[in-house]
């Protein structure tokens, strides 16, 4: 048996029953990778040894008859914009190539706790900056489902090394959609959890008030466990929430009878794919066949999301990346003076959509233009959140979908820096509000999968996951593993 196929939970249950061992596991999804990563290229570093290791220890654990977590053994990845001590985190940036972080983030330290096992650190656009992870400064990732197509970003490798059975379970950050862009590329399900739901300390930051780092899975189970290991209050990071952490797995089953689901128009914008739109309108029939009740919302400030976001998560990005000046961290270039080599440094450091983002932003937070947009784009922000906070004053979560369309080939929209950032105008609303959302997959169009967006009030988590559960049951969209063929 291909026990990378498999998922999480049904490898705990392998594993307490002792029929399989952590360490076999483990070497199932590593020579998994061996064959396929050479296609894939999900990850920028792999730690195969430190992996059967932590897994040799598990099997220790479990052969003295202690008591270890839901995720012990499990092998997963983490995007490499999050700290590892002493393992290389590069965030996919020439700048950071060489950075091996002497302090573990927070949700390393979880994992290890939980006794997870992490087989590497998967590929992102650089600094997390993109949709396509072709922003990486290293390579591409190519999506499991058709390799000549990209599989969303900026988490890529993350969603793609779950999808092509390189792990079994991942992490990602989503600041405007990246990790749901992604899952729903790539076929699998996609948590970004409540802003401030799991500690951002040691995630590389890109726009701060707006990162928040959640799961990759194979179904919804897997998806509520690997949340429920991560998150909960860290007094390291000051946004993080003092709230408890539920049992994300114990209201799965509780269906869908008499749940609210809004349908905010706005989010079915024009050119939208028909498939798309059909296999959406689709999914909410079967939900309300299924119990749930539907209403129509309306989000008016919809509209103004893409550009409100593009204010501020530059003018973040621009403050954060600072810090990179060839002197602290990483890459320094040559110059004849401390001015021309920090200027050489980070010219030659970053790539050129990072560059990009720095101009915009430092242009929005200069003296004169500052309330022009910074200011105004905090302002708008304020209104789309009471879009949601209206919505949600009459239904319990929202449907829609994750992006216009199915994952588009590789090559097809770099040269178009708008067309790559209008790939998000479903997935950043949420982020702008700070709520909850998933990416469940919902149907295929010409082979392609497509995701289906469940959004909710802050720390709705559980009913997100649960309604997920509902619709995931009635379909065997996540028993499929993405074809790929097996290279020698
Ligand atoms: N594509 C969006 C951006 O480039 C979102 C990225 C993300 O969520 N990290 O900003």
């Known amino acids: 048996m291909d026990l990378f196929r498999l998922k999480a939970h ?12 952590a360490v076999e596991i483990t070497q199932s999804v590593l020579a998994r990778a061996d064959k396929v990563d050479s296609t894939i290229q999900s990850f920028i570093t ?17 052969a003295r008859g202690e008591a270890v977590s839901p995720l012990a053994g499990i092998p997963g990845a983490l995007k490499d914009n999050m700290c590892t001590k002493g393992v290389k985190t590069t965030c996919a940036s020439k700048i950071l190539a060489n950075f091996v972080p002497p302090y573990d983030a927070t949700i390393t330290e ?3 706790a939980a006794d997870a096992v992490i087989v590497g650190k998967a590929n992102l656009d650089e600094f997390a900056m993109g949709s396509s992870t072709e922003n990486s400064g290293f390579f591409v990732t190519r ?11 900026s988490s890529g490798g993350s969603g793609a090394a779950v999808a092509a059975g390189e792990a079994i379970w991942s992490l990602g950050s989503d600041t405007g959609g990246s990790i749901r862009l992604p899952a729903a590329y790539c076929g699998v399900v996609g948590l970004k959890p409540t802003y401030g739901r799991v500690s951002r300390y040691g995630l590389v930051a ?23 290991a991560i998150s909960g209050h860290d007094r390291r990071d000051s946004t993080s929430i003092n709230a408890p952490v539920p049992d994300y797995t114990a209201k799965l089953e509780s269906g869908v009878k008499g749940l609210k689901i ?6 079915f914008v024009a050119g939208m794919q028909p498939e ?10 079967e939900l309300v066949a299924m119990g749930a009740e539907l209403v129509e919302v309306s989000m008016p400030h919809t ?3 893409l550009a409100t976001y593009y204010l501020i998560a530059t003018a973040e990005a621009s403050s954060n990346l600072g810090r990179y000046d060839g002197v602290g961290f990483g890459h320094r270039g040559e110059g004849s003076d401390i001015v021309s080599m920090y200027k050489r440094s980070r010219a030659e450091g970053f790539g050129p959509e990072v560059q990009r983002r720095i101009m915009l932003g430092t242009y929005a937070l200069s003296s004169g233009y500052y309330d022009a947009y910074y200011l105004k784009a905090l302002k708008v922000r304020t209104l789309i959140k009471q879009d949601f906070d209206r919505a949600f004053g009459q239904v319990d979560v929202l449907i829609a979908p994750i992006a216009p369309t199915t994952a588009f080939k590789i090559g097809e929209k770099v040269e178009d820096p708008l067309a790559m950032y209008l790939v998000d105008v479903c997935t950043i609303p949420s982020n702008l509000a700070g709520v909850p959302a998933l990416s469940l997959p919902c149907g295929f169009a010409d082979g392609l999968p497509i995701g289906m967006q469940i959004i909710g009030p802050h720390l709705s988590e559980a009913t997100l996951l649960q309604v997920a559960y509902t619709f995931e049951q009635a379909h065997d969209y996540h028993k499929q593993l993405a074809a790929i063929r097996e290279v020698d």
């Not at 049904?10 to 061992?21: A, I, N, Y």
């Not at 489902?145 to 970003?153: A, K």
């Not at 809004?262 to 989010?267: A, D, I, K, V």
């Open 10 to 21: 049904e490898l705990q249950q392998k594993l307490f029953r002792r029929e399989v061992s």
């Open 46 to 62: 792999r730690t195969p040894e430190a992996a059967l290791a932590q897994a040799k220890r598990v099997d220790e654990k479990l």
């Open 110 to 112: 979880k994992l290890a």
């Open 143 to 153: 999506n499991p489902w058709d390799t000549d197509r990209v599989p969303g970003g």
């Open 206 to 228: 890109y726009a701060s008030s707006l990162d928040q780092i959640g799961p990759f899975a194979r179904d919804v189970r897997d998806c509520a466990l690997v949340l429920g």
């Open 262 to 267: 809004g349908l905010p128009r706005e989010y």
């Open 276 to 285: 798309v739109e059909a296999a959406i309108r689709r999914s909410i029939d």
């Open 303 to 305: 509209q103004y999301a």
